[in-house]
Protein backbone atom coordinates (compact mmCIF):
# COMPACT_ATOMS: atom_id res chain seq x y z
CA UNK A 1 0.00 0.00 0.00
CA UNK A 2 0.80 3.68 -0.59
CA UNK A 3 0.84 4.89 2.77
CA UNK A 4 1.37 8.82 4.17
CA UNK A 5 2.61 9.74 7.64
CA UNK A 6 0.91 12.61 9.46
CA UNK A 7 2.69 13.69 12.84
CA UNK A 8 3.32 16.85 14.96
CA UNK A 9 7.29 17.32 15.06
CA UNK A 10 8.47 18.21 18.25
CA UNK A 11 11.89 19.39 16.94
CA UNK A 12 9.94 21.58 14.05
CA UNK A 13 7.69 23.42 17.05
CA UNK A 14 10.53 23.51 19.33
CA UNK A 15 12.86 25.97 16.50
CA UNK A 16 9.87 27.54 15.79
CA UNK A 17 9.94 28.92 19.42
CA UNK A 18 7.75 26.60 21.37
CA UNK A 19 8.21 25.29 24.85
CA UNK A 20 9.57 22.04 26.01
CA UNK A 21 6.05 22.01 27.53
CA UNK A 22 3.92 23.07 25.07
CA UNK A 23 5.48 20.54 22.27
CA UNK A 24 5.51 17.54 25.03
CA UNK A 25 2.99 15.20 23.34
CA UNK A 26 4.44 15.74 19.83
CA UNK A 27 6.72 13.27 18.27
CA UNK A 28 10.16 13.04 17.91
CA UNK A 29 12.16 12.45 14.84
CA UNK A 30 13.42 8.96 15.56
CA UNK A 31 9.59 7.81 16.03
CA UNK A 32 9.00 9.00 12.72
CA UNK A 33 11.80 7.15 11.54
CA UNK A 34 11.30 3.81 13.02
CA UNK A 35 7.23 3.91 12.26
CA UNK A 36 8.26 4.77 8.32
CA UNK A 37 11.02 1.80 8.72
CA UNK A 38 8.72 -0.66 9.80
CA UNK A 39 6.23 -0.26 7.13
CA UNK A 40 8.88 -0.42 4.58
CA UNK A 41 9.97 -3.57 6.15
CA UNK A 42 5.87 -4.62 5.57
CA UNK A 43 6.59 -3.64 2.12
CA UNK A 44 4.74 -0.95 1.76
CA UNK A 45 5.50 2.29 0.21
CA UNK A 46 5.69 5.29 2.25
CA UNK A 47 5.86 9.24 2.43
CA UNK A 48 5.79 12.21 4.74
CA UNK A 49 3.14 14.37 5.02
CA UNK A 50 3.80 15.95 8.47
CA UNK A 51 0.58 18.54 10.14
CA UNK A 52 -2.52 19.24 9.66
CA UNK A 53 -1.85 22.28 7.44
CA UNK A 54 1.04 19.79 5.18
CA UNK A 55 -2.12 17.62 4.59
CA UNK A 56 -4.08 20.07 3.15
CA UNK A 57 -1.88 21.58 0.99
CA UNK A 58 -0.66 17.82 -0.23
CA UNK A 59 -4.92 17.07 -0.75
CA UNK A 60 -4.87 20.63 -2.67
CA UNK A 61 -2.30 19.22 -4.71
CA UNK A 62 -3.78 16.34 -5.23
CA UNK A 63 -1.74 13.53 -3.63
CA UNK A 64 -3.65 10.58 -2.70
CA UNK A 65 -2.88 7.63 -0.16
CA UNK A 66 -4.28 3.98 0.51
CA UNK A 67 -4.06 4.51 3.91
CA UNK A 68 -2.75 7.12 6.29
CA UNK A 69 -0.68 6.27 9.27
CA UNK A 70 -2.32 9.17 11.57
CA UNK A 71 -0.38 10.36 14.98
CA UNK A 72 -1.04 14.08 14.70
CA UNK A 73 -1.63 15.73 18.23
CA UNK A 74 -2.53 18.81 16.56
CA UNK A 75 -1.50 22.26 18.15
CA UNK A 76 -4.48 24.37 18.98
CA UNK A 77 -8.52 23.87 19.77
CA UNK A 78 -10.25 21.58 22.09
CA UNK A 79 -10.49 19.22 18.91
CA UNK A 80 -7.15 19.50 18.08
CA UNK A 81 -6.47 15.58 17.77
CA UNK A 82 -9.88 15.24 15.77
CA UNK A 83 -8.37 17.91 12.97
CA UNK A 84 -6.32 15.30 10.88
CA UNK A 85 -9.09 12.52 10.88
CA UNK A 86 -11.31 15.50 9.89
CA UNK A 87 -9.72 16.18 6.90
CA UNK A 88 -8.84 12.51 5.87
CA UNK A 89 -12.95 12.10 6.04
CA UNK A 90 -13.64 14.80 3.58
CA UNK A 91 -11.57 12.98 0.68
CA UNK A 92 -12.75 9.57 2.04
CA UNK A 93 -8.89 8.56 3.13
CA UNK A 94 -8.92 5.81 5.20
CA UNK A 95 -6.16 6.12 8.27
CA UNK A 96 -5.20 4.55 11.04
CA UNK A 97 -6.88 4.60 15.06
CA UNK A 98 -9.62 6.96 15.77
CA UNK A 99 -12.20 9.12 13.91
CA UNK A 100 -12.70 12.73 14.70
CA UNK A 101 -15.82 12.12 17.50
CA UNK A 102 -13.81 9.67 19.21
CA UNK A 103 -10.62 12.07 19.22
CA UNK A 104 -12.70 15.20 20.21
CA UNK A 105 -14.61 13.45 22.73
CA UNK A 106 -11.62 11.58 24.55
CA UNK A 107 -9.41 14.87 24.44
CA UNK A 108 -12.22 16.48 27.08
CA UNK A 109 -11.82 14.35 30.21
CA UNK A 110 -14.72 15.45 31.93
CA UNK A 111 -16.93 14.57 28.69
CA UNK A 112 -15.49 11.12 28.20
CA UNK A 113 -16.27 10.30 31.61
CA UNK A 114 -19.79 11.43 31.20
CA UNK A 115 -20.19 9.33 29.05
CA UNK A 116 -18.78 5.97 30.53
CA UNK A 117 -20.67 7.00 33.71
CA UNK A 118 -23.74 6.87 31.92
CA UNK A 119 -22.96 2.83 30.92
CA UNK A 120 -21.94 1.88 34.44
CA UNK A 121 -18.09 1.92 34.12
CA UNK A 122 -16.56 2.56 37.56
CA UNK A 123 -14.84 6.35 37.57
CA UNK A 124 -14.21 8.53 40.63
CA UNK A 125 -16.41 11.60 41.20
CA UNK A 126 -15.66 14.45 39.51
CA UNK A 127 -16.59 17.98 38.62
CA UNK A 128 -15.59 20.53 35.61
CA UNK A 129 -14.80 23.61 36.50
CA UNK A 130 -14.71 26.49 34.09
CA UNK A 131 -15.36 29.61 37.01
CA UNK A 132 -15.66 29.96 40.25
CA UNK A 133 -19.30 29.02 39.99
CA UNK A 134 -18.41 25.79 39.05
CA UNK A 135 -16.83 25.36 42.67
CA UNK A 136 -20.52 24.87 43.83
CA UNK A 137 -20.82 21.35 41.86
CA UNK A 138 -17.88 19.85 43.96
CA UNK A 139 -19.85 17.98 46.70
CA UNK A 140 -17.61 15.01 47.04
CA UNK A 141 -15.04 15.32 50.23
CA UNK A 142 -11.33 16.00 49.52
CA UNK A 143 -8.58 15.22 48.78
CA UNK A 144 -9.26 16.05 45.43
CA UNK A 145 -7.42 15.50 42.18
CA UNK A 146 -6.75 18.14 39.35
CA UNK A 147 -5.93 18.28 36.14
CA UNK A 148 -6.36 20.44 32.99
CA UNK A 149 -9.51 19.10 30.84
CA UNK A 150 -7.94 18.80 27.74
CA UNK A 151 -4.30 17.86 27.58
CA UNK A 152 -1.91 14.70 28.24
CA UNK A 153 1.53 13.65 28.99
CA UNK A 154 0.81 14.65 32.64
CA UNK A 155 0.89 18.52 31.10
CA UNK A 156 -0.43 20.51 34.85
CA UNK A 157 -0.04 17.35 36.80
CA UNK A 158 2.34 18.26 39.86
CA UNK A 159 2.20 16.95 43.60
CA UNK A 160 0.10 19.97 44.13
CA UNK A 161 -2.38 18.69 41.61
CA UNK A 162 -3.85 16.79 45.04
CA UNK A 163 -5.62 19.18 46.78
CA UNK A 164 -6.40 18.19 50.53
CA UNK A 165 -8.55 20.74 52.10
CA UNK A 166 -11.30 22.09 50.72
CA UNK A 167 -10.29 25.89 51.50
CA UNK A 168 -7.09 25.49 48.82
CA UNK A 169 -9.13 24.16 45.81
CA UNK A 170 -10.31 27.53 44.45
CA UNK A 171 -6.99 28.85 44.17
CA UNK A 172 -5.47 25.56 42.79
CA UNK A 173 -8.01 25.75 40.02
CA UNK A 174 -7.77 29.49 39.31
CA UNK A 175 -3.88 28.76 38.89
CA UNK A 176 -4.61 25.85 36.31
CA UNK A 177 -7.15 27.63 34.29
CA UNK A 178 -5.04 30.62 33.85
CA UNK A 179 -2.03 29.05 33.02
CA UNK A 180 -3.68 26.10 30.64
CA UNK A 181 -6.66 28.60 29.92
CA UNK A 182 -9.27 25.67 29.87
CA UNK A 183 -11.65 24.80 32.72
CA UNK A 184 -10.43 22.43 35.47
CA UNK A 185 -11.52 18.65 35.96
CA UNK A 186 -11.63 17.89 40.17
CA UNK A 187 -11.90 14.32 40.58
CA UNK A 188 -11.80 12.45 44.28
CA UNK A 189 -8.39 11.26 44.35
CA UNK A 190 -7.57 8.02 44.22
CA UNK A 191 -4.71 6.76 46.68
CA UNK A 192 -4.05 3.37 45.62
CA UNK A 193 -2.57 1.34 42.76
CA UNK A 194 -1.80 2.81 39.16
CA UNK A 195 -1.89 0.98 36.00
CA UNK A 196 -1.84 1.69 32.26
CA UNK A 197 -3.52 -1.09 30.06
CA UNK A 198 -2.58 -1.36 26.30
CA UNK A 199 -5.40 -2.42 23.61
CA UNK A 200 -5.10 -3.62 20.17
CA UNK A 201 -8.23 -4.04 17.39
CA UNK A 202 -11.55 -2.36 16.99
CA UNK A 203 -14.85 -3.02 18.06
CA UNK A 204 -15.47 -6.91 18.88
CA UNK A 205 -12.02 -7.15 18.12
CA UNK A 206 -10.27 -5.17 19.96
CA UNK A 207 -8.25 -7.23 22.76
CA UNK A 208 -5.73 -6.40 25.89
CA UNK A 209 -2.56 -6.57 24.78
CA UNK A 210 -1.38 -6.33 28.48
CA UNK A 211 -1.20 -3.91 31.81
CA UNK A 212 1.33 -2.48 33.22
CA UNK A 213 1.54 -1.28 36.66
CA UNK A 214 3.45 1.88 37.39
CA UNK A 215 5.75 2.04 40.57
CA UNK A 216 7.19 5.31 41.43
CA UNK A 217 10.79 5.32 42.76
CA UNK A 218 12.47 7.19 45.56
CA UNK A 219 13.58 9.87 42.92
CA UNK A 220 9.88 10.71 41.40
CA UNK A 221 6.86 12.86 42.48
CA UNK A 222 5.21 11.25 44.88
CA UNK A 223 1.62 9.68 44.62
CA UNK A 224 1.17 11.31 40.80
CA UNK A 225 2.04 10.49 37.62
CA UNK A 226 3.20 14.10 36.61
CA UNK A 227 4.66 15.79 33.25
CA UNK A 228 8.07 15.34 35.35
CA UNK A 229 8.02 11.51 35.91
CA UNK A 230 6.91 11.22 32.74
CA UNK A 231 9.82 13.28 30.98
CA UNK A 232 12.05 11.35 32.83
CA UNK A 233 10.98 8.26 33.67
CA UNK A 234 14.09 6.13 33.14
CA UNK A 235 14.87 7.05 36.90
CA UNK A 236 11.65 7.88 38.12
CA UNK A 237 9.25 5.53 37.65
CA UNK A 238 9.64 1.73 37.78
CA UNK A 239 7.28 -0.30 34.82
CA UNK A 240 6.00 -3.88 35.77
CA UNK A 241 3.77 -6.13 33.91
CA UNK A 242 1.02 -7.71 35.61
CA UNK A 243 -1.14 -10.46 34.32
CA UNK A 244 -5.21 -11.09 34.74
CA UNK A 245 -3.89 -14.47 35.82
CA UNK A 246 -1.63 -13.15 38.55
CA UNK A 247 -3.97 -10.66 39.77
CA UNK A 248 -7.47 -9.89 40.79
CA UNK A 249 -7.18 -7.00 40.57
CA UNK A 250 -5.63 -6.26 37.30
CA UNK A 251 -8.33 -9.08 35.80
CA UNK A 252 -11.04 -6.76 37.37
CA UNK A 253 -9.05 -3.53 35.51
CA UNK A 254 -8.89 -4.74 32.36
CA UNK A 255 -12.68 -5.81 31.74
CA UNK A 256 -13.29 -2.30 32.26
CA UNK A 257 -11.10 -1.30 29.80
CA UNK A 258 -12.31 -3.41 27.20
CA UNK A 259 -15.52 -2.03 27.70
CA UNK A 260 -14.71 1.53 27.95
CA UNK A 261 -13.08 1.15 24.54
CA UNK A 262 -15.76 -0.40 22.69
CA UNK A 263 -18.33 1.82 24.37
CA UNK A 264 -16.68 4.90 23.27
CA UNK A 265 -15.92 3.50 19.78
CA UNK A 266 -12.10 3.43 20.07
CA UNK A 267 -9.89 2.15 16.99
CA UNK A 268 -6.90 0.25 16.09
CA UNK A 269 -4.53 0.53 19.25
CA UNK A 270 -4.69 2.84 22.39
CA UNK A 271 -3.80 2.97 26.28
CA UNK A 272 -6.60 3.59 29.02
CA UNK A 273 -5.17 4.51 32.66
CA UNK A 274 -6.78 2.81 35.59
CA UNK A 275 -6.12 3.52 39.10
CA UNK A 276 -7.73 2.09 42.41
CA UNK A 277 -9.21 3.48 45.02
CA UNK A 278 -8.98 3.19 48.91
CA UNK A 279 -10.75 0.13 48.81
CA UNK A 280 -8.36 -1.49 46.00
CA UNK A 281 -11.59 -1.22 42.95
CA UNK A 282 -10.18 -0.26 39.96
CA UNK A 283 -11.70 2.91 38.36
CA UNK A 284 -11.19 4.41 34.73
CA UNK A 285 -9.36 7.64 34.47
CA UNK A 286 -8.49 8.53 31.43
CA UNK A 287 -8.03 7.05 27.48
CA UNK A 288 -5.90 7.51 24.87
CA UNK A 289 -6.94 6.77 21.21
CA UNK A 290 -3.32 8.26 19.78
CA UNK A 291 -0.69 6.77 22.49
CA UNK A 292 2.84 7.68 21.69
CA UNK A 293 4.58 4.83 19.97
CA UNK A 294 8.07 5.50 20.38
CA UNK A 295 10.10 2.07 19.84
CA UNK A 296 11.46 2.63 23.36
CA UNK A 297 10.01 5.16 25.63
CA UNK A 298 6.32 5.15 25.22
CA UNK A 299 4.17 3.36 27.14
CA UNK A 300 2.31 1.00 24.68
CA UNK A 301 5.48 0.07 23.25
CA UNK A 302 7.19 -1.02 26.44
CA UNK A 303 3.82 -3.38 27.17
CA UNK A 304 4.50 -4.97 23.81
CA UNK A 305 8.27 -5.17 24.66
CA UNK A 306 7.21 -6.98 28.05
CA UNK A 307 5.00 -9.62 26.63
CA UNK A 308 7.66 -10.35 23.30
CA UNK A 309 5.80 -8.06 20.63
CA UNK A 310 8.24 -6.44 18.19
CA UNK A 311 7.66 -2.88 17.35
CA UNK A 312 6.96 -4.40 13.78
CA UNK A 313 4.42 -6.12 14.68
CA UNK A 314 2.57 -3.47 16.23
CA UNK A 315 2.93 -1.47 13.52
CA UNK A 316 1.66 -4.56 11.40
CA UNK A 317 -1.57 -5.04 13.73
CA UNK A 318 -2.38 -1.31 13.69
CA UNK A 319 -2.29 -1.33 9.80
CA UNK A 320 -4.27 -4.79 9.41
CA UNK A 321 -6.75 -3.15 11.84
CA UNK A 322 -7.26 0.13 10.00
CA UNK A 323 -6.91 -1.58 6.67
CA UNK A 324 -10.40 -3.76 7.41
CA UNK A 325 -11.70 -0.11 6.59
CA UNK A 326 -10.61 0.57 3.30
CA UNK A 327 -13.20 -1.81 1.48
CA UNK A 328 -15.81 1.05 3.04
CA UNK A 329 -17.48 2.01 -0.31
CA UNK A 330 -18.08 5.81 -0.72
CA UNK A 331 -21.29 8.06 -0.08
CA UNK A 332 -23.21 8.02 -3.37
CA UNK A 333 -24.23 10.94 -4.54
CA UNK A 334 -27.35 10.93 -3.80
CA UNK A 335 -26.88 10.17 -0.40
CA UNK A 336 -24.59 12.47 0.20
CA UNK A 337 -26.77 14.99 -0.86
CA UNK A 338 -29.13 14.19 1.78
Not at 56 to 67: A, E, H, T, V, Y
Not at 109 to 137: N, Q, Y
Not at 227 to 238: A, I, Q
Not at 261 to 268: H, M
Amino acid sequence: MKIGLTYDLRSEYLAAGYSEEETAEFDRDETITAIEDALRRSGHQTSRIGHAKNLMKQLISGQRWDLVFNIAEGLTGIGREAQVPAILDVYNIPYTFSDPLVMALTLHKGMTKRVLRDVGIPTPEFAMVAGHEDLSRVTFDPPFFIKPIAEGTGKGITPDAIVRHRRELAAACRNLRVRYRQPVLVERFLPGREFTVGVIGTGVDARILGTMEILLNKEAEQQVYSYTNKEFCEKRVTYRLITAEQDAVVREAEAIVLEAWQELGCRDAGRVDVRCDAHGRPQFMEVNPLAGIHPEHSDLPIICNFIGMPYQQLIECIVHSAAKRISTPPLSKASAGR
